[in-house]
């Protein structure tokens, strides 16, 4: 976490952890025993038992599924999540881990306790079925057809998109060689589809998946695949905080919002790259310097970067 903030990272979104370990870590940032971003958790992530995701909790049918969403809420989750899909194609169609009424059940229960619900899902039958149910957030959506590009521009929902997952490849070494094999098979599709989510008109947000302290990375990938640099930035800030539900208090300077504000080396407008040059952070309206330069930034320095642009993120 401490890394996230040091890149920029005022709030982090963590999609699931084994035994809670993320709403420990949120209430020990909360009361300042630990430093970091302020997180938005949601405890256990939940698959069907033959179904992705290895931090995940697996829970067959829908009143197992409507149990763990329950057990989630009552041990501080702030949103739901389910994985729906494998993460990347093996055959032409793309199969759906749960049933429809699975996945009903799981955005039934979130919005009844007035918290989000986000789905894992990368096409297939399963992106219809989570927006027929009303879900709030497709996660990845690397192999998104045209007609689902349609339905999430008709539903509305927020996408997000990361990247590096598929093109880093210092992540894929840590995989079996088989799975990188097959992720490296899919990276053109997957760019592809990403972009045409993207010039199609589809709302999106952009995050790191499980590498951290390297957003700005995941952002020039965005510009790539073709977002404009603007783009790029609102969806790591504005639509961030609306997917996180907080887009009341953060995610764009206004008066009345927290003081999330990053200074830069550059204008990100001109050179997304520029966000990877991060001077200065202030989250939750305290200066945070990165320790590799807070013995040699002088206050004048410091003063310096607040006159750089300011960016909200999340």
């Given at each position: 976490m401490d890394t996230d903030l040091k890149a920029g990272v005022t709030t982090l979104r963590c999609l699931g952890d084994r035994n809670f370990l993320?709403?420990?870590?949120?209430?020990?940032?909360?009361?300042?025993?630990?430093?970091?971003?302020?997180?938005?958790?949601?405890?256990?992530?939940?698959?069907?038992?033959?179904?992705?995701g290895f931090l995940a909790s697996p829970f067959d049918g829908p009143?197992?599924?409507?149990?763990?969403?329950?057990?989630?809420?009552?041990?501080?989750a702030d949103v739901i999540k389910i994985l729906t899909t494998v993460t990347v194609r093996g055959s032409e169609e793309i199969h759906s881990d749960y049933s429809?009424?699975?996945?009903?059940?799981?955005?039934?229960?979130?919005?009844?306790?007035?918290?989000?619900?986000?789905?894992h899902c990368i096409?297939?039958?399963?992106?219809?079925?989570?927006?027929?149910?009303?879900?709030?957030?497709?996660?990845?959506?690397?192999?998104?057809?045209?007609?689902e590009i349609d339905?999430?521009?008709?539903?509305?929902?927020?996408?997000?998109?990361?990247s590096e997952s598929l093109f880093a490849e210092d992540r894929l070494q840590a995989l079996p060689?088989?799975?990188?094999?097959?992720?490296?098979?899919?990276?053109?599709?997957?760019?592809?589809?990403m972009g045409a989510a993207i010039k199609g008109g589809v709302k999106f947000v952009v995050g790191?998946?499980?590498?951290?302290?390297?957003?700005?990375?995941?952002?020039?990938?965005?510009?790539?695949?073709?977002?404009?640099?603007?783009?790029?930035?609102?969806?790591?800030?504005?639509?961030?905080?609306?997917?996180?539900?907080?887009?009341?208090?953060?995610?764009?300077?206004?008066?009345?919002?927290?003081?999330?504000?990053i200074a830069v080396e550059g204008n990100p407008i001109r050179d997304i790259g520029a966000l990877k040059k991060v001077r200065a952070v202030i989250c939750r309206e305290s200066f945070v310097i990165p320790i590799e330069s807070a013995e040699r930034t002088s206050l004048a320095e410091k003063e310096r970067c607040?006159?750089?642009?300011?960016?909200?993120?999340?």
């Open positions: 993320d709403i420990v870590c949120k209430r020990a940032v909360e009361s300042g025993r630990m430093v970091g971003p302020r997180l938005v958790v949601a405890g256990r992530s939940i698959r069907s038992t033959h179904g992705h009143e197992e599924v409507r149990r763990a969403v329950r057990e989630n809420i009552k041990a501080g429809k009424e699975e996945i009903f059940v799981a955005v039934e229960e979130a919005h009844r306790a007035g918290i989000r619900c986000t789905a096409g297939g039958i399963a992106v219809q079925w989570c927006l027929e149910a009303g879900m709030d957030s497709i996660e990845h959506g690397y192999f998104l057809s045209d007609r339905l999430l521009i008709k539903h509305d929902p927020m996408a997000y998109f990361d060689v088989e799975a990188a094999e097959s992720v490296r098979r899919s990276r053109e599709e997957a760019a592809e589809r790191s998946d499980a590498i951290h302290g390297r957003l700005g990375q995941e952002m020039e990938y965005l510009v790539k695949l073709g977002a404009s640099e603007n783009q790029a930035i609102i969806a790591a800030t504005r639509n961030a905080a609306r997917v996180c539900g907080l887009e009341q208090d953060i995610g764009t300077l206004e008066p009345g919002k927290i003081a999330d504000i607040i006159g750089l642009m300011p960016r909200c993120d999340v």
